[in-house]
């Protein structure tokens, strides 16, 4: 079976420092992969996605960037982190090259201080 | 460019009761839509999905959606709530067809099972 890890579960970052949040799927090839940002514990924000090895669609202009170093492996990070970046990131993937249900990791909750 | 409505912030039920949690969409074609669950600091679970067929949709936990096309609707419903079932629900939509990976995601719908 499918599954999907994400770490860290919990960070607390200094405003302007670095950022750099992991994801990683088992049990499958070539998924589509997805970061989201849910701010307040509501809408969920699509961030990036990728469908291939260093393929990467924004979504949003922002203070954030993601890259996929390997197929099941997808990576955000930030330079300098920004008051307004905190919030629960979410990873997800999904098969296929059209539209399925996405499988979400267990979140990173991101405080900027 | 599609969109999600859950016009409901929250719905509060009584334990045993009937539950629905309403779900309207726009989008260009037919629609791919979708359930999921998220419990606190947690990731979203998918319940549900329709992408043709049968109007009504059976998922995870007892959980099943109608999909009306005249309505642009696809409401959540479960025939009794359990106190479990607390949580936060979101609708999505796609366009659909190949190429088309992403999901709209509704504000979300809290909802509380009173004992």
């Known amino acids: 079976s499918q599954t999907i890890h994400q770490w860290p579960a919990t960070l607390v970052q200094p405003v302007g420092s670095p950022l750099s949040l992991e994801c990683t799927v088992e049990?499958?090839?070539?998924?589509?992969l997805y970061w989201y940002r849910q701010a307040a514990g509501r809408g969920l924000q699509l961030l990036f996605y990728?469908?291939?090895?260093?393929?990467i669609s924004s979504e949003v202009p922002q203070n954030l960037s993601a890259s996929r170093p390997q197929d099941r492996q997808f990576i955000l990070s930030s330079k300098k982190l920004l008051l307004s970046d905190s919030g629960f990131y979410l990873c997800?993937?999904?098969?296929?090259?059209?539209?399925?249900?996405?499988?979400f990791g267990p979140g990173t909750r991101l405080t900027v201080t | 460019a599609q969109s999600v409505a859950q016009p409901e912030d929250q719905v509060n039920v009584a334990e045993g009761n009937p539950l629905t949690v309403k779900c309207t969409y726009s989008?260009?074609?037919?629609?791919?839509l979708f359930w999921y669950v998220q419990y606190p600091n947690r990731g979203l679970q998918f319940l549900l999905k329709?992408?043709?067929?049968?109007?009504l949709v059976k998922g995870s936990y007892g959980f099943e959606a109608e999909f009306n096309k005249s309505q642009t609707s696809f409401h959540l419903k479960k025939p009794s709530a359990l106190v479990s079932d607390s949580a936060l629900y979101f609708c999505?939509?796609?366009?659909?067809?190949?190429?088309?990976?992403?999901?709209?995601f509704g504000k979300g719908t809290k909802l509380s099972v009173i004992p």
């Open positions: 329709y992408i043709t067929g049968d109007n």
């Open positions: 989008v260009s074609g037919n629609p791919y």
């Open positions: 990728s469908v291939g090895i260093g393929q």
């Open positions: 997800a993937w999904s098969a296929g090259q059209e539209v399925n249900e996405q499988y």
């Open positions: 999505a939509v796609s366009p659909g067809g190949a190429g088309s990976y992403q999901l709209t």
């Open positions: 049990g499958t090839s070539n998924p589509n």
